[in-house]
């Protein structure tokens, strides 16, 4: 599968932005997908994690409550619904496919090529 994330920008703190990661060459349905970051600097950090049919959504702790991982298979589309973002938000965000909702990003296989977000205080 190839993954193909879109939607980053620059957003100011306490606004919204949402990530969407679009499909090409199988199915997304076939796949549990996820979100991670990755600030400069720093350790790529899971973000969100949704199974396969969109019933089981796991998040990390630091955006637990701000940020919500949807999928519509019927579009071959992940989102991630960014609300509330804060400046150590700011990364660049990567959408990933597996065959389970891991919170390891080494367990993902497929990858998207990432979309920066910047989030202004």
């Known amino acids: 599968v190839q993954l193909q994330a879109s939607g980053g920008g620059l957003v100011q703190s306490g606004g919204s932005l949402r990530l969407s990661c679009a499909a090409s060459?199988?199915?997304?349905?076939?796949?549990?997908m996820g979100w991670f970051r990755q600030a400069p600097g720093k350790e790529r950090e899971f973000v969100a994690a949704?199974?396969?049919?969109?019933?089981?959504?796991y998040y990390g702790n630091s955006v637990k409550g701000r940020f919500a991982i949807s999928r519509d298979n019927a579009k071959n589309t992940v989102y991630l619904q960014m609300n509330s973002p804060k400046p150590e938000d700011t990364a660049i965000y990567y959408c990933?496919?597996?065959?389970?909702?891991?919170?390891?990003?080494?367990?993902?296989?497929?990858w998207g090529q990432g979309t920066q977000v910047t989030v202004s205080s």
């Open positions: 949704i199974s396969r049919m969109g019933i089981d959504t």
């Open positions: 990933a496919a597996s065959n389970w909702y891991y919170r390891d990003y080494e367990q993902y296989e497929y």
């Open positions: 060459r199988n199915t997304i349905s076939n796949y549990a």
